[in-house]
Every structure is written in C-alpha cells, then in structure tokens.
C-alpha cells in the first residue's frame, strides 16, 4: 500500500506560478512511477504529466508541454509540479498517482492515488 498526499494548491491569478508537492509513505517510493492528472469540474480526469522510477524519464500532456515541470526527490518520497504560465483553463483538482508497472498516462494504469488539491486560476 501507498499512501499519497497532494499539497501546495490554492487560488493564484492567470499568469502566476504554482508548486504541487506529494508525499508518498508506504512502500518504496522509488519502485514506482508517479504521475499528476488533473480534474475540471464536468470533466473527466485527465493526465498531465509522469516521471520514471528514477526521474531519468518524463512525458507531457501537450496542453502543459513548456509551462509544467514534473521532478521528484526519491531521498525525500516526493513528487512535484512546477506549474507557471497558469491560465483560467488550468483551474482543476490535481491528483498524484503511483504506478507500479506501467510507465503511461491512462488512469487505469495507477496503483494508488492521492485525495487531490484545488488549483484555481482567476482571470
């Protein structure tokens, strides 16, 4: 079992910057991927970005490809998100998620999940 909890969210105007952070306890945080996907209300949950096991590898969704950063700190059981340029359309829940096995951006794909933090962008 891994326990994920998301933290770092808030209201932040269009334009702004924010970092997400998810602490991982539990298992072994470096034995897993660990991707962000986001939730707009009315909309399904979509995938954002994901970093391999090790960090050596990373992959974007195009809407975010250039103003989001995905990283983690396996000494510290963290991922994060660095998001800057944010624009109202970016307002979203964002969750972390663990995969054991597979390197991907379908939700199906992820062990475990975080609760979300709200991320509000205003105009």
């Known amino acids: 079992q891994v326990q994920l909890e998301e933290s770092g969210g808030g209201l932040v105007q269009a334009g702004g910057s924010v970092r997400l952070s998810c602490a991982a306890a539990g298992r072994t945080f470096s034995n897993y991927h660990m991707g962000w996907f986001r939730q707009a209300p009315g909309k399904e949950r979509e995938f954002v970005a994901v970093i391999s096991w090790g960090g050596g590898s990373t992959y974007y969704a195009d809407f975010v490809k250039g103003r989001f950063t995905i990283s983690r700190d396996n000494a510290k059981d963290t991922v994060y998100l660095q998001m800057k340029s944010l624009k109202p359309e970016d307002t979203a829940v964002y969750y972390c998620?663990?995969?054991?096995?597979?390197?991907?951006?379908?939700?199906?794909?992820?062990?475990?999940w975080g609760q979300g933090t709200q991320v509000t962008v205003s105009s």
């Open positions: 998620a663990a995969a054991k096995r597979e390197y991907g951006f379908r939700p199906r794909q992820y062990d475990y």
